[in-house]
């Protein structure tokens, strides 16, 4: 699949630079979309340094408060799992046709340690002095979740916001060797901005 992705980015490039006089839409100013692009990688960069120091901190403060607790819980066959993870393992449980009520009172006591975790953590971050640095994480997170929903909401007008929008689709594949949905939108409509 990851290769499929990656030969559908570069067929999705090729006919970009193949077509650079396609009629442009009304959809988006040039100037617009291309603070969008901006944006976006200025949130992603803001995300990476954020993590970076970070992670140097909580490094740091090993030495004096021992290990971060990880917001991560065991339930079944499941060693580590945390947030959207819990309710989707409930959801495959009775799918799968187990007893709905032991399910329930799993997923309840599931939910209860997870909370405690997370707020193990918070109790170590604020013990180490690191609330601020981790609200500023947060912060950068949400951006760049801001930021993925606006170049999704784009449409390119222009080609130069269209190839904009491949080049930064490539970036993240190059990196990260796969697509997320919301980069498959993105490539989606760049790529039909040159049909």
Not at 81 to 94: F, P, V
Not at 168 to 175: G, Q
């Amino acid at each position: 699949m990851k290769e499929n992705a990656t030969m559908n980015m570069m067929t999705a490039i090729s006919t970009a630079t193949a077509a650079p006089t396609a009629a442009p839409s009304l959809s988006t100013s040039a100037t617009a979309g291309m603070n969008i692009v901006e944006r976006y990688r200025r949130a992603k960069a803001a995300v990476e340094q954020v993590a970076t120091e970070l992670d140097d901190a909580q490094e740091r403060a090993e030495a004096a408060h021992g290990h971060r607790p990880f917001a991560l819980i065991a339930w079944r066959d499941y060693s580590a799992i945390g947030c959207g993870e819990i309710q989707a393992m409930r959801e495959r449980l009775l799918a799968a046709g187990d007893d709905a009520q032991t399910v329930e009172k799993e997923y309840k006591a599931a939910r209860r340690r997870y909370r405690a975790a997370v707020q193990a953590g918070k109790e170590w971050d604020k013990r180490a002095g690191l609330e601020l640095l981790n609200r500023r994480a947060e912060d950068a997170r949400k951006e760049l979740a801001a930021s993925q929903d606006a170049l999704k909401a784009l449409s390119p007008s222009t080609a130069e916001v269209a190839l904009s929008l491949l080049d930064v689709i490539r970036e993240n594949v190059e990196e990260f060797k796969s697509l997320e949905a919301w980069e498959v939108a993105v490539l989606a409509k760049a790529n039909s901005f040159f049909k």
